[in-house]
């Protein structure tokens, strides 16, 4: 049985309800955050957490639970689960309260937790994905800055229902700018001449948890690494291209707007970051 926390209480899946009135589903007015456990820790879980806090305060969302009892949630749904390794989310809407716009009609924020089995695609990982450059645009910092994972996700919608229109596995957004910023659900790198590149936050992308400890990785790699601002022309000439985000780790790309990136196959970097990355979260299991 598939087990659902809300505001604290643990219910069956089948049976887990929020209300019509909840402003999450009314306006989309809501943040979230996906995780990835791994032999029942969850990786990054302070940095997601914080990256949650930042969004809610941006929000004016109260966030009541202390980070103390938002683990023991999390690790609760895991553990009634029967999940070792996992998927999770965790998402804080305004909450219940009469048909308007704003914040103060809902008294009490709504909290919701959810745990399944990561999904995993071996023939992804050997293979790689299509990748297609998508019309539709990562919306401006100072609308709504991308920073904030917002339960809006409509502009990403649009963009992954192109991506199928047109035989892509995922679409990447340039910025109002024409920067290479990210795609629907993952944070971008590519490589050229040895040397990886990934746009600079300032482009207006999603500080990734995952992207972070990736950076990371390769900088202890020794790997010559470069944050900035990157046309479709640089993306263009790589010999590499990798995803990354928290629950699929890296995706290799095989081909961008349908012309093969390197060979057509996974690149050497991208293997050798992902298992180091791999390494990576096996000492974080060990010390955490």
Known sequence: MNWVCIDGEFVPGEEARISVWDHGFL?????????????????????????????????????????????????ETIKRNDLADAYIRLTYSRGSGPIGLDPALCPKATMVIMAKPPA?????????IGLGISPVRRNHPEALTPAVKSVNFLNNILAKIWAKENNYAEALLLSQDGWVSETTV?????????????????????????RRFVLEVIRT???????????????????????????????????????????????????????AFKKFIDISKKIT
Do not use: C, W
């Not at 990786?43 to 809610?56: N, P, T, V, W």
């Not at 995993?120 to 790689?128: F, L």
């Open 27 to 75: 306006y989309g007015d809501g943040i979230f955050e996906t995780m990835r456990a791994y032999s029942g820790k969850v990786l990054g879980l302070e940095e997601h957490l914080a990256r949650l806090r930042q969004g809610a305060e941006l929000l004016r969302l109260e966030v009541r639970e202390k980070d103390t009892e938002l683990v023991r949630l999390l690790n």
């Open 120 to 128: 995993g695609d071996d023939k992804v990982y050997r293979e790689g």
């Open 186 to 210: 993952s944070n971008i790198f590519f490589v050229r001449g040895g040397k990886v590149f990934t746009p600079a936050l300032g482009v207006g992308i999603l500080p990734g948890v995952t």
């Open 221 to 275: 790699m020794g790997l010559n690494l470069e944050e900035g601002f990157y046309s479709t022309a640089d993306l263009a000439g790589a010999e590499e291209i990798f995803l990354t985000n928290s629950g699929s780790e890296l995706i290799p790309v095989s081909s961008l707007d349908g012309k093969p990136v390197g060979s057509g196959k996974p690149g050497r970097l991208t293997q050798e970051i992902h298992a």
